[in-house]
């Protein structure tokens, strides 16, 4: 690999920069996990995007004192870090405006939800998703809804399974297509791309940027990796925070 200073850092957030929570909307930042990623993104000359599924308004509220490059929604959003060119990275197939079906396909799914104990619904505006964290036992039943929604939805929305999680998003781009975009541009561009994940929707990430030269990490236990893409893994979103903060020393 080469110094830190030539990669450029594509990170998750739920289950890899982030402990994992019973509910979506638990999620905190760890102490001092801000620090770390404004460091990296000085170091690496702004050549650090969060990666994730969540809104860019949810993830731009965990870090209130920092602003960085975010691609939402699976890539279906992009906001550039503050400095970095306005168009750096805008997915060329955007995420569709909320149509009359679909806007019909999640107030389905939100007024099915309550009738499953444990069962949480989340409003990502232009996405939405059950949770079944709390339920394991509602998977099939959480899976015949979304498949129910995802049909009245129409074209322009795919459906995509996570850890206890099934969502309805835009269809026209992954985790994989955000590395792929911003690695054309300056500063990520010219860099070797270092990707961590820790779920199937990050499966797309890892791929591209194994196809880049890069490095990709698994974060979860050593099982995981079997059936991944990624090149190598890290057993805790704890160990992950620290690795980075190691990363970072003498160097800021």
Known sequence: MPPLS??????????????????????????????TLAALQRIT????ALVTGRTVAFADGLFP????????????????????APGLGLPP???????????????MARALAPALPGVIFEDKGRAFALHYRLAPAAQDEVARIMQTAAQR???????????????????????????????????FSDRT????GDD????????????LGGLSLRVGPEEGLRDSAALAGIASPGAFRSWLESLTQGLT
């Open 6 to 35: 030539r990669w450029a850092l594509f990170l998750d957030l739920d289950g890899t920069l982030l402990d994992l929570c019973e509910t979506p909307d638990a999620v905190r930042p760890a102490e001092g996990l801000a620090g």
């Open 45 to 48: 000359l702004g050549a650090l």
């Open 65 to 84: 004192d920092h602003s960085f490059t975010i691609a939402g929604l699976h890539g279906a959003e992009l906001r550039p870090a503050p400095g970095l």
């Open 93 to 107: 197939d955007p995420a569709p405006p909320a149509s009359p079906d679909f806007r019909a396909a999640r107030e």
């Open 153 to 187: 939805a129409g074209q322009g929305w795919r459906l995509r399974a996570g850890k206890c999680v099934v969502e309805l998003c835009p269809s026209g781009q992954d985790k994989g297509s955000a590395v792929r975009n911003l690695m054309r541009f300056q500063p």
């Open 193 to 196: 791309p270092v990707a961590a």
């Open 200 to 211: 199937l929707t990050d499966e797309a990430m890892f791929r591209a940027v194994n196809a």
